[in-house]
């Protein structure tokens, strides 16, 4: 790389806190500049609770870097790290770490973490406001599965068979040396089962900080891939139009329980997945789950209810929505079978009085066949992006 400066000398700084190059610094004493860095005029950072800027990072004109946020005394340490670029006009807020080698465009407002190696744009899209009443519900419901379960398979779904079976058909569309973004990755523990024998470079978000803290405590040891975890929301997704190769959600747009906000997270989706890329939707779906039911009624149980933390999605109508830019081009009814056997002949054939186990030999068994028939929720529709914005 050409060296951008011949003579790089750490900036001094006169009694109000600027330099000769017209950037500022308050608290400068609690700020850490690796060597040739380049920071733009008019730039205001306050380093009170710390920011360190690492070697060769470049930051625009007008920027405003905030280790304390005194209108709402939000406090903590920003890290930039090296080689990053930060686009003029930009906003980075406390507690914030930009990931080396990461682009930020012009007028970003930065309030997560962002990782290595990725280009983001300023937040675009948003949650309506029902949204965010029953939101702040369900990320309730994962601060307790992320305490309660921790980095283990069971978290987010109880029946493990389920979670090996979803495990086995997402590589089955995941591809070597691909970009892959995965929505709503919860502890990343399928994550961590998909790098290890997929040499993608995957980055998984999780709009739980809970869930995010689980994931990133992960210790992974010869996988063929990399991954990296961040907080981020499948509604304000930051990354750069046409980022990634392919992109797979896990049981996580169903959480967002309003149809218009669905809209706005595919649409974010589509936006950022390149033309030519694969959408793997790996959700809940009516129609498996109204067969499956029916199937129960005609062997006297119960119906098994959406669960209040979800909205399935109706088939037809996602793949209405998505026709203007993608080719729906497979239905993988991957998980028919299992829960046909085990969500309706299991709990059939029981004693009276006696509750269905996941671990029982039944459900091992149905988890072995061949899949068949259209009787689970959860399913796959395979996209792929025929089309640009
Ligand atoms: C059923 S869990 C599945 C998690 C993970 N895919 C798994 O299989 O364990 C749904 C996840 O989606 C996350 N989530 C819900 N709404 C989200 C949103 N708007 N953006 C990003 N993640 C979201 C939740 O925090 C939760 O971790």
Same mark, same amino acid.
């Given at each position: 790389m050409d060296r951008r400066f011949k003579d790089w000398k750490h900036p001094e700084f006169d009694e109000k806190g600027t330099t000769k190059w017209n950037w500022m610094c308050q608290y400068h004493e609690n700020l850490k500049l690796g060597k040739e860095t380049d920071i733009g005029a008019f730039t205001y950072i306050n380093a009170k609770y710390g920011v360190e800027i690492e070697e060769n990072v470049q930051i625009g004109s007008h920027c405003s870097i905030y280790s304390w946020s005194t209108i709402d005394d939000k406090r903590g340490k920003v890290t930039i790290k090296k080689n990053a670029r930060v686009g003029a006009h930009t906003v980075i807020m406390p507690g914030v770490t930009i990931g080396k080698n990461a682009v930020i465009g012009a007028c970003s407002l930065v309030s997560e973490n962002i990782p290595d190696n990725v280009e983001c744009d300023s937040g675009r899209g948003g949650a309506s406001k029902s949204d965010k009443a029953e939101n702040s519900l369900i990320q309730k419901h994962y601060v307790e599965q992320a305490e309660k379960? +921790? =980095?283990? +398979?069971?978290? =987010? $779904?109880?029946d493990i068979n389920i979670r090996k079976l979803e495990i086995n058909a997402l590589l089955r569309y995941l591809e070597d040396s691909r970009k892959v973004l995965e929505v +709503?990755? +919860? /502890?990343g523990y399928s994550a961590v089962r998909i790098i290890e024998q997929r040499n993608i470079d995957l980055i998984g978000i999780d709009a739980s900080e809970e869930m995010i803290k689980m994931a990133k405590a992960r210790t992974i040891v010869g996988a063929k891939g990399k991954v990296q975890f961040a907080l981020g929301n499948a509604l304000r997704m930051n990354f750069q139009?046409? @980022? @990634?190769?392919a992109i797979f959600t896990e049981?996580?747009? $169903? /959480? $967002? =329980?309003n149809w218009e906000d669905q809209k706005v997270a595919l649409e974010a989706i589509a936006r950022v997945l390149k033309v030519g890329g694969l959408f793997i939707m790996l959700e809940c779906f009516t129609d498996g789950w109204r067969n499956m039911n029916e199937a129960r009624a005609e062997l006297g149980l119960k119906e098994i209810p959406q669960p209040w933390h979800d909205l399935f999605f109706d088939k037809e109508e996602v793949a209405r929505f998505m026709n203007s830019k993608f080719e729906l081009f497979k239905e993988d009814n991957f998980l028919s079978t299992y829960f046909f056997g085990s969500r309706v002949l299991y709990p059939a054939l029981l004693p009276k009085g006696q509750e269905p186990r996941y671990d029982s030999q039944i459900n091992s068994f149905f988890a072995h066949l061949p899949s068949f028939g259209n009787h689970s929720s959860i399913k796959i529709l395979l996209f792929r992006k025929v089309k640009a914005d």
């Open positions: 379960f +921790g =980095t283990s +398979g069971i978290s =987010t $779904i109880s +709503g990755c +919860g /502890n139009d046409e @980022f @990634f190769d049981r996580c747009l $169903i /959480n $967002i =329980t």
